[in-house]
Each structure stands twice: as C-alpha cells, then as structure tokens.
Nanobody, 129 residues
Framework: QVQLVESGGGLVQAGDSLRLSCAAS??????????MGWFRQAPGKEREFVAA????????SYADSVKGRFTISRDNAKNTVYLQMTSLKPEDTAVYYC????????????????????WGQGTQVTVSS
C-alpha cells in the first residue's frame, strides 16, 4: 500500500504564496515508479485536476486555471511531491489532495482522477480577498 500525507495548507490573502508537500510511504511506493498529481475540491464542486508530474520529473502538466502560478516538483530521494502556489486567488480555495499512480513508465503523466490508485486525506487552502 501507499500512504500519502499532505501538509502546508492554511489561510492566506489573495496574492500570497503557499507550498504544499505530499510525503509518500509504503512498500508499494518503494517498489514501483509513481506518477504523482495534485487535485482540489472546492465546496459544492467536483474534484478537479491541478497538476501532475512524471516519475522522472521530466514531464509536467497543469490545469489552465493555475498555469503560470503553480509549480509541481518532486524529490524522489525524499519520497515527496511539492506544489508551489503563487499569486493565490480566492477561487483557489479548496481542499487539495495528493494522488499517486503505480506505473512502469518513467515519463507518463496522469491527469484524470480515475487514473490514480492512491489518495491522501487532503489539506485545506483558504484564500481571502
């Protein structure tokens, strides 16, 4: 199994920055390559894709709504994925979830919710205007 624990959320003002972290552990995580992603879910809305990164970190993808403001990265030695968020807007308010996908590919990125096998519990990000 894979355990994912997000951290770094909080209450900030519009224009501020936050960095989310996702610490991964578990036997499966150590044995397989993992595509990683961040999703978010605002109150009353469906969970949506935010960003994804391949195991090799050579490929990334972003939702149009965060492109140019958010940066996904990973440190495989630390089993951690990050989401650097800048120029935050009130519409970025949501619970942010980290997700992992077991894969044999070092380069594939996954952007669909149903692609992912493992999910964290989420961390709340609130952006006030």
């Amino acid at each position: 199994q894979v355990q994912l624990v997000e951290s770094g959320g909080g209450l900030v003002q519009a224009g501020d920055s936050l960095r989310l972290s996702c610490a991964a552990s578990g036997r499966t995580f150590s044995r397989y390559s993992m595509g990683m992603g961040w999703f978010r879910q605002a109150p009353g809305k469906e969970r949506e894709f935010v960003a994804a990164i391949s195991w090799s970190d050579q490929r990334v993808s972003y939702a149009d709504s965060v492109k140019g403001r958010f940066t996904i990265s990973r440190d495989n030695a630390k089993n951690t994925v990050y989401l650097q968020m800048t120029s935050l807007k009130p519409e970025d308010t949501a619970v942010y979830y980290c997700a992992a996908k077991s894969t044999h590919s070092l380069e594939v990125i996954y952007v669909q919710i149903n692609d992912y096998d493992h999910w964290g519990q989420g961390t709340q990000v609130t952006v006030s205007s």
